[in-house]
């Protein structure tokens, strides 16, 4: 592994043609995750770039050769990946199978287990964003400021116009990277342009899935709808698994794989996202203290729930309150 910029530039690059040193980078610099060579044709030449901007990060990776990614689910950021060579193949558990190449970018959403098998010679352009950014966003473009963001496929189709804008805004980072490097000073640390790509996403889904937009979350199966209209008029109460099971003749594991299936996640993670949700609310209203929306919502440590609420809005609940 080689670092072969200063690290006064602020973009670190890192080059490798040991599989081992990749794995241990990128689990460095997002999350645990295997890889697995999936041929010997191409020699693998691990190439990766990354700067800082104000949402996340902005990177350019290639492996070279033929491989299989394995990571752990993402838990606090979107990643926003598009190919500029080659193309992924992505199988994720209880989804549709994806496939992006030089025409389709995807938005894959945190909490999802999936693998990506990167073809031979795949270059992508990604954007990794914070949770709490993309949903403060989202939340503007619709006005409420406690919607949540809908589940729909995360293929992007380039040859529209409104993708065409997403790939031009991924080309005018990639641009500025470059001359970040040249210029040995990282300018995309303050630059608009991120900001302005995940707009762009935002619109592309707004304007190219409206109808889903509007229907929400896909019709859910009869005994996750018990659990989920159970959680919406219990959310003060404590909330345990044998609570939600009691609502159902369905063992533990399918209620889990249902959530994750269906919702994304599991539900404990549901409930938090709920109870954060009705907090932010009751806060909203002007009405509620912060301690009294937090009751209010179930939630029965007000140090946890600042935590909580800042990683899911990016911002404290007494500035929300304000």
């Not at 503007?140 to 997403?166: C, F, H, N, Q, Y």
Request: aromatic share 10%.
């Amino acid at each position: 592994m080689t670092d072969f910029l200063p690290s006064s530039c602020g973009v670190a690059v890192q080059q490798s043609s040991d599989p081992l040193a990749a794995q241990a980078a990128l689990t460095d610099r997002y999350k645990p995750h295997g890889m697995r060579l999936l041929g010997s044709e191409t020699a693998f030449d691990f190439v990766h770039m990354s700067a800082p901007v104000p949402q996340g990060s902005y990177n350019i990776l290639k492996y070279g050769a033929a491989v299989e990614i394995t990571p752990e689910p993402f838990t606090d950021f979107y990643m926003l990946e598009m190919p500029i060579a080659a193309g992924v193949d992505i199988e994720s558990t209880g989804r549709n199978s994806v496939r992006s190449d030089c025409n389709t970018a995807l938005f894959l959403p945190p909490h999802v287990r999936f693998a990506s098998s990167w073809r031979v010679g795949c270059t992508q352009l990604m954007l990794k964003i914070n949770n709490a950014e993309v949903l403060r966003r989202w939340q503007a473009t619709t006005g409420d400021p406690t919607s949540k963001l809908p589940r729909i496929m995360p293929e992007i189709d380039l040859t529209r116009t409104e993708g065409w804008r997403v790939q031009q805004m991924m080309f005018l980072l990639k641009d500025e990277l470059e001359r970040s490097v040249i210029a040995k000073g990282n300018t995309l640390a303050t630059s608009p342009l991120a900001g302005a790509t995940i707009d762009a996403v935002i619109a592309y889904f707004r304007d190219v899935h409206g109808d889903q937009l509007l229907d929400g979350y896909t019709v859910l199966p009869t005994q996750l709808r018990r659990c989920v209209n159970f959680i919406d008029a219990n959310l003060a109460s404590h909330l345990t698994i044998p609570h939600l099971l009691a609502q159902t003749d369905i063992s533990e594991r399918y209620l889990f794989n249902l959530f994750q299936q269906f919702l994304g996640t599991t539900p404990k993670k549901y409930i938090r996202s709920e109870r954060l949700t009705k907090a932010r609310a009751f806060l909203l209203t002007g009405q509620y203290s912060v301690s009294e929306a937090a009751k209010a919502a179930g939630f029965t440590h007000l140090g946890r729930f600042s935590v909580q609420y800042r990683r899911a809005y990016g911002e404290n609940p007494r500035l929300t309150k304000a």
